[in-house]
């Protein structure tokens, strides 16, 4: 493990007050595991052990018992993705419109294949099942935006947009709109 | 400009209907004849936003017309309105004028002002934005019912996508929703519910097309105190999103259609259990929940009658196999989704040991019409043996993709040709895919099937959730089984070991084959497995996991011998059997293929035939892509 932000999340962490009193209501709630596991992802971006554990704890379950429904859904991850998580969508559609050259182009853009994040932590990358819109094929979604109607030819432009989005966001130390439209 | 619902309570079928005609004006408006824009005393610009549209940026569109609109001072008599999914995907972000439907297509932000300008003020619509065929001509079709997209549809399911704003109850009602809760509640038993539905023939599209009314009629006999009424929404066939659409455009019809279950079978409580992929689906289903709760259409003593019912949404977190109803149940209650063995069927012991009815989406999309129009209504639309519509998911190599809603029974031919506009690039049709990765193809010489659920079980393939994926000359029917092949392993849950073991071994010898390493005896053993696995796996994952396989091999046996035999892939696909040469004769040397070369292997002198550098050559097949006169061959 090269990583080390998994570890020490102080307790006090907002993150873990927020979490702590979603699990107050979601305990008495039967089968609530994985709507608490949703929630810990969407504040700390992911699921390192020690989230796993306070859920354990939270939910009063054993944490083998949480560990098994984490590792069975593909949507929750255990490692640390980027600022900008890019999915792939794989569907169908996709796949018959050229899905697998737009990820070709993804990995040797970024230099990183599905399941890792590249060294500046800006993008990871992973492959999804259909996110429905099919009618766009290829898809794919940068931080949760979806991007349609692609070529290989247009990935470096995009990633380009991307990161002089970043730019101005850090520039500004407040998050800018950057316009990305490009007729 | 967003319209806010009233809210108040409504404690009986009369304050339904009061709802109803405080509210009818604007669903009128919307069905009304064309007007003039400019002279029309009221109108109503509604706009996409669905998934499909939102990722063409149809919020922004919505934002500079309303912008627009107040810049020219017209808010007294333009509103401006988010709407469901109107299916036209590849058309989008789409805006829709009323009175009269005028289809916008590919609308941006930039186009909001002369929009408005043009259309509301000056009365002449803008006609480059509207539909043609063919964009380079100048005639356009201005009414989207004229549209051919839309000629031969019939929608009911999605009826009010692209009609109502999702996000308020009041319009909800206007167009008829919720009335067939109140006809049941107050007009029928729970036996009459369950005998109308049995009545319409409506099977479940969800994919085996069991006949809904038998799962409603099983789950009601079965005596307990406490029952559930489960919505399945994890609409995992990749190229499927009707159930989104409907989702995002409908929500109240699923919510009331769960809430007549609950009705016939006397269950109080429901759950939505929807894929997490669909953030817009959840939002707006949360939303119509929270506003069903407040009027009390949802709770306790619905409409005065004593009938109590609640819906709570539980989210997916990425599995295939949750698709499968047990394995939907398992998730639920917060465990691995892994499917459980049936009997005991879930109409007997389901959630949490509780008798339950669960049926898909689309499913319950039809339900409420059925109830206000009578089973014989619903039975004389499509065929004999599959009643009502279907909605198709048309995507892949297809002009016109999006959603296609026909009467059962229509031709693969009228949805292809008709609706969908034909192949793009003058490329040849190959087959279709129906069912998804439990489905199989449809070559070109069974284009005049019938769809419904038995012409299709017949051909090998399946109705599926009416995922259809379109494929034109250049695929490889080898690399599209093997690419659901690849999808089913990774998707087994691991449970029963035919499904883990077997699709495995089927996944190798496919890939074995696509890179050249196969033999005549590896198609015999796919064959072997393929048995296998059919029968004896426990779920319906890998029950139908080895259906793409077969039927590809049943119609498209030549490519798999090819593969094998000659070491060669038809299509050009599969890059380890694929050699890309130009062809001299056909080479004008203008040098486009060069310039668009990733790895710089073609070389030339311009006006005279360039060459490939095989050695050099990552077979990415730009080159082909580019090449205007044919000249690069494989």
């Known amino acids: 493990m090269t990583c080390t932000c998994s570890h020490g999340i102080a307790a006090e962490d907002p993150r873990n007050v927020e979490l702590d009193s979603f699990m107050v209501t979601a305990r008495t709630t039967p089968g609530s595991l994985i709507s608490v596991l949703h929630k810990a992802q969407q504040l700390f971006g992911y699921l390192p052990e020690e989230v796993l554990n306070r859920v354990a704890t939270g939910l009063q379950i054993p944490p083998s018992e949480v560990y098994g429904v984490v590792t069975f859904y593909n949507l929750f991850n255990t490692e640390p993705v980027g600022k900008y998580p890019i999915s792939v969508c794989m569907g169908t559609a996709c796949y018959v419109q050229g899905a697998d050259r737009v990820l070709a182009k993804l990995e040797s853009e970024l230099e990183i294949k599905p399941g890792q994040v590249t060294e500046d932590k800006m993008f990871s990358l992973e492959v999804c099942r259909c996110i429905g819109a099919c009618g766009l094929a290829p898809v794919i979604t940068i931080g949760g935006e979806v991007h349609g109607k692609l070529s290989e030819h247009d990935v470096p432009k995009l990633l380009a947009e991307i990161r002089q989005q970043a730019l101005a966001e850090s520039e500004a130390k407040v998050p800018v709109a950057v316009g990305s439209e490009h007729e | ?634």
């Not at chain 2, 063409?56 to 627009?68: D, F, Q």
């Not at chain 2, 929608?155 to 009010?160: D, P, W």
């Not at chain 2, 699923?254 to 109080?268: D, N, S, T, W």
């Open chain 2, 1 to 634: 400009m967003t319209s806010t619902p009233t809210l108040s309570r409504i404690r009986s079928v009369a304050d339904l209907e009061a709802l109803r005609a405080a509210n009818a004006h604007a669903i009128a408006l919307r069905q009304a004849e064309a007007v003039p824009l400019n002279e029309a005393e009221e109108v109503h610009l509604l706009v996409c936003g669905g998934t499909g549209c939102q990722a063409g940026k149809s919020v922004k569109t919505r934002l500079a017309l309303e912008e627009a609109v107040r810049a020219n001072g017209l808010q007294d008599r333009v509103q401006v309105k988010q709407v469901g999914c109107f299916g036209f995907c590849r058309m989008g972000p789409v805006v829709v004028a009323h009175p009269g439907g005028t289809f916008y297509c590919e609308v941006h932000a930039k186009d909001a002002a002369e929009l408005v300008t043009s259309h509301l003020i000056d009365g002449k619509p803008v006609n480059r934005l509207l539909y043609a065929a063919n964009p380079k001509e100048k005639a356009r079709v201005a009414a989207m019912l004229d549209n051919p997209f839309y000629k031969g549809q019939m929608r009911l399911a999605l009826r009010n996508c692209g009609l109502i704003d999702p996000e308020n109850i009041d319009e909800a009602v206007a167009s008829d929703r919720w009335f067939g809760l109140a006809k049941a509640v107050t007009e029928m038993t729970p036996d009459e519910v369950v005998e109308t539905v049995l009545k319409s023939g409506l099977r479940g599209r969800g994919g085996a097309g069991f006949p809904t009314g038998r799962k409603w009629a099983m789950a009601k006999e079965n005596q307990s105190d406490v029952k559930y009424v489960l919505c399945n929404a994890d609409e995992g066939d990749p190229g499927a999103f009707m159930d989104r659409s409907v989702l995002e455009g409908d929500p109240h019809a699923i919510i009331e259609a769960m809430a007549l279950a609950g009705y016939a079978i006397g269950a109080k409580q429901g759950y939505v259990y929807v894929r997490a992929e669909y953030p817009v689906a959840i939002h707006r289903l949360g939303i119509a929940i929270r506003q069903a709760r407040e009027v009390g259409l949802l709770g306790e003593n619905i409409l005065g009658t004593g009938f109590t019912f609640d819906i709570d949404i539980r989210l997916g977190a990425g599995a295939f196999v949750c698709g499968e109803e047990t394995a939907l149940i398992a998730s639920i209650e917060g465990e691995r989704g892994m499917p459980r063995p049936r009997p005991p069927f879930p109409a007997v012991s389901g959630l949490w040991q509780k008798p339950t009815l669960n049926n898909n989406v689309e499913t319950y999309a039809n339900v409420p019409d059925i109830i206000l129009n009578g089973g014989e209504w619903y039975a004389s639309i499509g065929t004999a043996r599959s009643a009502g519509t279907k909605v198709f998911a048309v995507a892949g190599n297809i002009t016109n993709t999006g959603l296609v809603e026909v009467p059962m029974g229509t031709t693969l031919r009228e949805i292809i040709y008709g609706m969908g506009g034909g192949i793009p690039k003058n490329k040849k049709f190959k087959a279709a895919q129906t069912g998804g990765p439990s489905g199989g193809c449809i070559p070109a010489e069974l284009l005049d099937t019938p769809m419904e659920f038995d012409t299709l079980t017949a051909l090998g393939s399946m109705m599926g959730s009416g995922g259809l994926i379109v494929m034109d000359e250049s695929t490889c029917m080898v690399d599209v089984a093997r690419f659901y092949l690849e999808f089913t392993q990774e998707e087994s849950c691991g449970k029963c070991p035919p499904c883990r073991v077997g699709t495995k071994r089927m996944l190798e010898l496919l890939d074995k084959i696509t890179h050249g390493e196969g033999t005549l005896a590896d198609i015999d053993k796919l064959e072997e497995l393929a048995a296998g696995i059919k029968s004896t796996s426990l779920c319906g994952l890998g029950q139908t996991a080895p259906n793409p396989v077969l039927s590809a091999l049943k119609y498209f046996r030549e490519e798999f011998v090819a593969h094998v035999v000659e070491k060669r892939c038809p299509a050009g696909k599969c890059q380890a059997l694929t050699e890309f040469r130009i062809d001299a004769e056909l080479c004008k040397g203008c040098g486009l293929c060069a310039r668009k070369c990733p790895t710089n292997c073609i070389s030339g002198e311009i006006k005279h035939p360039f060459v490939i550098d095989a050695a050099n050559c990552a077979k990415c097949g730009n080159c082909a892509d580019v090449c205007k006169f044919g000249a690069v061959v494989h």
